[in-house]
């Protein structure tokens, strides 16, 4: 019986990656620290993090069949070798988005915004798993995650920039930049 | 900051619903119990349970503009005095489910299955409150509740006979069929 795959993120002195720097780009910040540990498997938050944030990956809630066989084509794998800089950004949207019905926010992802081929466009440099946090309870709704190599951080700060212009992006309530140097 | 409700069914000697029935539709069974007490809020299953199911309510995943409108004009509100039948179905599908794509998903739950019109015309008789299992790592992916008068039941067997038929049910794994009466 195959789940879908958890994953925690515990900042704090410890961890596999060091935090280079925490941007609040929308809403309340979170606190500041040193290091992120990443744990997959079982919810688990490390003891003595100044903060913890659990998700879940799973199956797809916009992409459609065209676009995932294209992204099947071109997605990397997470942990290359080069990939040393990551990047933690989790978000939170609005009430007034998770209200719409299934084709409101998918025109507004994509048909309006572009969200899907926008990322594609920055395949296989950037490495990229979505978590879902919104059903835990948590105080994000995604957890979303990056890796590329550090020749990559202009065009991954590209597609930040080209993403957070977008109409979806108006609903996004909270969103912090966490950016990352794998240890 | 208001999320998804909560919402845990734990099945034992003790509930405000009697258990009329258990019936196992597919797959595996659920342990046999006499009552169900049903706890919103905090997830919360009942001390000495026999079995407790943990759900999440929230956005709709292939319900579309017109639809939502539609529904939300002839959904009954749970709760309703006469209503004093109820039935908890928790389901689960297969990973070939799951692999789909979002509009090979919505094809195959309404193009192909009619799910969403059918609901339609079975209300304003069955209030219904479909709840999110998959995320939390529960055996269910859905716990779906119907309340319902006793003159109605033979229309909520017709209305579970007709979806029981379609194209969407081949991908349910696993779905018990907990009937009940509130006490």
Redesign the interface.
């Known amino acids: 019986m195959?789940?879908?795959a958890?994953v925690t993120f515990s900042a704090g002195s410890a961890g596999n990656y060091q935090i280079d720097s925490m941007l609040t780009v929308t809403g309340e910040p979170l606190p500041a620290a040193t290091r992120l540990h990443v744990h997959e498997g079982a919810w688990q938050p490390a003891p003595g993090a100044v903060w913890s944030l659990l998700g879940?990956s799973?199956?797809?809630?916009?992409?459609?069949?065209a676009?995932?066989q294209r992204l099947a084509g071109v997605t990397p794998a997470l942990g290359r070798p080069e990939a040393t800089r990551a990047a933690l950004i989790p978000i939170r949207k609005s009430?007034a988005w998770?209200?719409?019905?299934?084709?409101?926010r998918?025109a507004i992802l994509e048909s309006q915004s572009q969200h899907i081929a926008l990322g594609l466009r920055y395949l296989p440099a950037i490495a990229r798993r979505l978590s879902?946090s919104?059903?835990?309870?948590e105080p994000f709704d995604f957890l979303t995650w990056f890796e590329y190599a550090p020749e990559h951080g202009a065009l991954f700060d590209e597609l930040l920039h080209a993403l957070r212009l977008t109409e979806e992006w108006r609903y996004v309530e909270r969103e912090v930049d966490v950016r990352l140097t794998r240890l």
């Open positions: 195959p789940s879908p958890r879940v799973g199956h797809v809630r916009y992409v459609e069949h676009e995932k009430e998770w209200n719409l019905a299934q084709d409101e998918r879902h919104r059903e835990l309870g």
